[in-house]
């Protein structure tokens, strides 16, 4: 089952930043951040990943604690069509599944 | 490059009826994972296979629920004498050889009505 906890929900507003926090402290070393989100009725959509370093591309910037235990991921720039549901999956590569929790749902305001 | 193809979009059957979802693979992808996710829920995994092989049905439920992938063609998945329950959206994915469980690209879904 999911090995991370996030808020159930959270409110941005829109040109602002958005970060949503992620706790993992029983992740192992081998293990990646995974990052995904869902728009209503779609299906998910990889948004980024890291294993230790902070990780930066054209949607999104993830900081990883230095200990692992705890993740931040960032938009930097929210729009509207950034309302969602966001996931933080801890996976450790190779053939196992991404395992889903109940995630982050993201309100970006006007 | 097309992403991942499902269809049909919405399916509704009656109760007792077969449900067929079918998923097509980005191009150039071997591995496939159906994910189940009920009104108000989060994702399930059920099934993960490459070609002509189940690698992973953990999450497959016991009975009228089967899955495939054949070595030409899109994945199938089947569910057999639909109920209520079976009311959902289906999410296909798919990576490429090398990549197994990490990097997905998810269809639209298949939103199954049972009525």
């Known amino acids: 089952d999911a090995k991370t906890t996030q808020p159930p929900s959270m409110d941005c507003a829109e040109g602002r930043a958005a970060n949503l926090p992620c706790n993992h402290s029983?992740?192992?070393?081998?293990?990646?951040v995974y990052w995904y989100r869902q728009i209503h009725s779609q299906g998910p959509q990889y948004i980024i990943h890291g294993l230790k370093n902070n990780e930066t591309n054209e949607m999104a910037s993830l900081i990883i604690t230095e200990d692992r235990k705890s993740s931040t991921l960032i938009l930097p720039h929210a729009t509207l069509r950034d309302t969602a549901v966001y996931y933080c999956i801890v996976f450790p590569g190779g053939s196992e599944k991404l395992v889903f929790g109940k995630g982050t749902k993201l309100t970006v305001n006007p | 490059n097309a992403g991942v193809m499902q269809n049909p979009r919405h399916l509704v059957r009656r109760r007792g009826q077969e449900a067929r979802l079918r998923c097509s693979p980005m191009?150039?992808?071997?591995?496939v994972y159906w994910y189940r996710q009920l009104p108000e829920e989060g994702l399930k995994f059920m099934v993960y296979l490459q070609k002509e092989n189940i690698i992973d049905e953990s999450g497959m439920p016991k009975e009228r629920f089967s899955a495939e992938f054949p070595k030409e063609g899109p994945s199938i998945l089947r569910i057999q004498q639909v109920v209520r329950g079976d009311s959902a959206a289906y999410f296909c994915?798919?990576?490429?050889?090398?990549?197994?469980?990490?990097?997905?690209?998810f269809g639209s879904g298949t939103q199954l009505s049972v009525l």
């Open positions: 191009k150039g992808h071997s591995h």
């Open positions: 994915a798919s990576s490429p050889p090398g990549e197994s469980g990490e990097k997905l690209f």
């Open positions: 029983t992740i192992s070393g081998n293990e990646y």
